[in-house]
Nanobody, 129 residues
Framework: QVQLMESGGDSVQAGGALSLSCAAS????????MGWFRQAPGKEREGLAA????????YYADSVKGRFTISHDNSKNTVLLNITSLKPEDTAMYYC??????????????????????WGQGTQVTVSS
C-alpha cells in the first residue's frame, strides 16, 4: 500500500513557474512507477509525465514536453513536477499516482492507460492571464 500526498499547487500568473511535490509513504523500499496527471473542470483526466524511481525511464505527454519536468528525490521518497511558462489552460487539479514494481511490467503502459492503483488527493493549480 502506498499513500501519496501532493503539495505545491498555487494561484499564479501566466508565464510563471511552479514545482509540485508528491510525497510517498509505504512500500518506499520498492522501485515505483510514479505518474502525474491533471483534470480541469468539465474535462477528462490528462496524463502529463511518469517516471520510474531509482534512475528508471521517464515518459512525457507530447503536449507538455519542454515545459514539464518530472524528477525524483529518492532520499525524501518524493516525486516532483516542475512546470514553466504556465498558461491559463494549465489550470487544473494535479494528481500523482503510483504503482510498485513490477507495475504490470511497463510503467509506460501504466501511464498511457492511467492505470495506477494508488492516487493522491490532488493539488490545485490556477493560472490567471
Amino acid at each position: 500500500q502506498v499513500q501519496l500526498m501532493e503539495s505545491g499547487g498555487d494561484s499564479v500568473q501566466a508565464g510563471g513557474a511552479l514545482s509540485l511535490s508528491c510525497a510517498a509513504s509505504g512500500a518506499t523500499d520498492s522501485t515505483r512507477c510514479m505518474g502525474w496527471f491533471r483534470q480541469a473542470p468539465g474535462k477528462e483526466r490528462e496524463g502529463l509525465a511518469a517516471s520510474v524511481t531509482n534512475g528508471g525511464s521517464t515518459y512525457y505527454a507530447d503536449s507538455v514536453k519542454g515545459r514539464f519536468t518530472i524528477s525524483h528525490d529518492n532520499s525524501k521518497n518524493t516525486v516532483l513536477l516542475n512546470i514553466t511558462s504556465l498558461k491559463p489552460e494549465d489550470t487544473a487539479m494535479y494528481y500523482c499516482a503510483a504503482d510498485v514494481f513490477p507495475f504490470g511490467g511497463s510503467c509506460r503502459l501504466r501511464f498511457l492507460r492511467a492505470d495506477f492503483p494508488f492516487w493522491g488527493q490532488g493539488t490545485q493549480v490556477t493560472v490567471s492571464s
